[in-house]
């Protein structure tokens, strides 16, 4: 039995003073120190981390080089704001961000302090640059905690109970789900298709396509459960936009920095995106966001429509040249698709040992594995993701789920195959003493998850 007391007792103090609005608990695990992908707890308490503190920190724990950049730069300034003022590493990271967003174009960057309010900047951005009110995201969609967040976000009641009104002229339309399709038997294509109709659908009878200012879409749906689209809506979407003079945006918060074997997810997919939000692991942890676009989209842009005091500090920057550079060095894209495309194999393996596997899909190290009471019936199985993801903690392993069912596996890019594949068999382990009925009920009351 692991000592947890020092854990425990932190939990109780954190309970007692914390707002519960902010937090969604999965276990007692009080965080003291992480290097690579793991993290040490305060009882000293080792696990392999699958969360990557919420895919922020794709360099994984303290990289020794962000760390560097981090301290060399703190001795130097921590901030002078950049709203009135200028510093080098802001520059220097604007460059580096142009030239890794998709785009033969002309670009332009603003910065924020999360992904929420570059969320806000590209609702503001793309209003006034198409003199247009109308923004369109999609059904279960995640984008953030702001209220121009939580107003284009899509999944969760809870986010919207009481604070409404939310901000006027968001509307949502279907994302294509090749595992849960809208009828019964669609392929991907028709799924597809089908969404496609949808909005089309929407434009002739209540959401006029010339009052349509942009699309806002994650590539692939992070807390909706990964969900990866077929190549073919997102190739369509891009046409329906251009056909309209729609703004395409991808939101990149969660898959961007090389989570899914590319820089950023829509390369994924054959498609350029007139602009890129920004948050997450830009700057392996710190809090920096930012919205890459075509530059006219943000000449257009007066002050102070979207200036923060500290938003772009030269540290945070600092952070974010490191993490490119880390990335870019030690060769994470690779890296991040080649271990992806062993992890899929390791849990397609796995699907074929437990039944209560439904699917198991995602790009690079961004995989989801869909955990359901019924393969016919696709039911998603909250019970079995609580419990096995309790019992891999108890092994050493931190490893969430959401969407009800989907167990979350994001690790750091750095992650080496030995750790990888030691985090597999702790799953393995856990899912079959799940499936002999071995991990208690009890665990219910402490995993809450998302």
């Known amino acids: 039995m692991r000592d947890l007391t020092q854990c425990l007792k932190l939990v109780e103090e954190d309970k007692a003073l914390t707002s519960p609005g902010a937090k969604i608990p999965y276990y007692p ?17 080792r696990y392999i981390d699958m969360l990557s503190s919420a895919g922020a920190v794709n360099t994984g724990h303290c990289h020794p080089r962000v760390v560097e950049a981090v301290k060399k730069q703190a ?5 002078y704001t950049h709203v009135y003022m200028y510093h080098e590493p802001i520059v220097k990271l604007t460059k580096e961000l142009i030239s890794i967003a998709p785009g033969d174009y002309r670009k332009r960057v603003f910065y924020g302090l999360c992904g929420s309010d570059a969320n806000d900047g590209a609702i503001k951005m793309a209003r006034v640059a198409t003199g247009r009110p109308k ?32 901000l006027p002229e968001i509307f949502h339309v279907p994302f294509p789900d090749p595992y849960r399709p809208p009828l019964p038997g669609m392929t991907p294509g028709q799924t597809a298709d089908y969404c496609i109709e949808q909005i089309q659908t929407a434009f002739d009878n209540y959401m006029p396509a010339e009052e349509v200012a942009a699309f806002i879409i994650e590539p692939i749906q992070g807390d909706a459960g990964l969900v990866v689209p ?42 350029v995106p007139d602009a890129i939000v920004m948050g997450k692991a830009i700057a392996s942890g710190l809090p920096l966001s930012g919205v890459v676009a075509r530059a006219e989209l ?56 437990f039944d209560f596997i439904g699917d198991v899909r995602g790009i690079g190290l961004s995989v989801g594995v869909d955990l359901v009471v019924d393969r016919e019936t696709r039911e998603r199985h909250r019970a079995a993701a609580a419990k096995i993801c309790y019992r891999a903690w108890e092994k050493g ?24 594949d030691k985090a597999l068999d702790i799953i393995e382990e856990s899912m079959e003493e799940f499936s ?11 995993v809450k998850g998302w």
């Not at 001795?75 to 901030?79: F, K, N």
């Not at 702001?146 to 009104?165: D, E, F, Q, W």
């Open 29 to 45: 695990l009080a965080i003291k120190r992480g290097r690579g992908a793991m993290i040490e707890d305060l009882d000293g308490n």
């Open 397 to 420: 392993l931190l490893l969430s789920f959401f969407s009800g069912s989907v167990l979350r596996i994001q690790p750091p890019l750095v992650i080496t195959k030995e750790e990888m």
């Open 135 to 166: 923004v369109v995201s999609f059904i279960r969609s995640y984008h953030g905690s702001t209220y121009g967040a939580i107003s284009l976000s899509a999944v969760s009641l809870p986010m919207t109970r009481k604070i409404g009104p939310l």
């Open 298 to 353: 943000m000449e257009v842009l007066e002050a102070p429509v979207h200036g923060f005091t500290i938003a772009g500090n030269p540290v945070c920057c600092a952070a974010s040249l490191a993490t490119i550079e880390v990335i870019r060095e030690e060769n994470l894209l690779s890296h991040a698709a080649e271990l992806g495309e062993h992890t899929h194999e390791r849990f397609r393996a796995m699907q074929k040992k």
């Open 436 to 446: 002999k009925d071995q991990i208690p009920d009890s665990v219910l009351d402490t």
């Open 230 to 271: 077929p190549v073919k809506f997102m190739k369509n979407l891009r046409a329906l936009c251009d056909r309209h003079g729609i703004l395409l945006i991808s939101e990149e918060v969660q898959q961007g920095f090389g989570r899914t074997g590319k820089w950023f997810g829509i390369e994924n997919f054959g498609v």
């Open 75 to 79: 001795e130097e300034l921590l901030l």
